[in-house]
């Protein structure tokens, strides 16, 4: 999607050390962009005044198995608007050090993905 006005962009990283779920990281970095802020006046600006016109695109830099990402989990981390999700290469696959079977490893990487949250209209 693309948005004719952005008033900010947030970014974030996520890790899902254990498991090698592309959403969990993916979440996890969204939430780590959107979490730490307030946007008492981003109503205001947007057409309408209304949250309902608002954008949201939601960059991710995914290592590894992209075709496993959910979507949908991702685009529920974002409370308000229209949103859309582009994945690009990019974040970082490297070793945890340890297999731990329970924790659901396959093998031993940790996956880092990289979010951009670009909020407009």
């Known amino acids: 999607m693309r948005l004719d006005k952005v008033l900010f962009i947030q970014t974030g990283m ?10 969990k990281a993916s979440v996890r970095a969204v939430k780590d ?45 974002i409370p308000y608007g229209n949103v859309s999700v582009e994945v690009v290469e990019g974040g970082m696959a490297t070793t945890s050090g340890i297999v731990l079977e329970d924790k659901n490893d396959s093998n031993d990487l940790m996956y880092i993905v990289n979010a951009s949250v670009e909020v407009g209209y």
């Open 14 to 23: 996520g890790i899902d050390v254990h498991g090698q779920n592309v959403t």
């Open 33 to 77: 962009a959107i979490h730490f802020n307030s946007m008492p006046g981003v109503e205001q600006a947007l057409p309408e005044q209304s949250l309902d016109n608002m954008k949201v695109n939601v960059k991710l830099a995914i290592p590894k198995d992209h075709n496993q990402l959910d979507e949908k989990e991702v685009k529920e981390t």
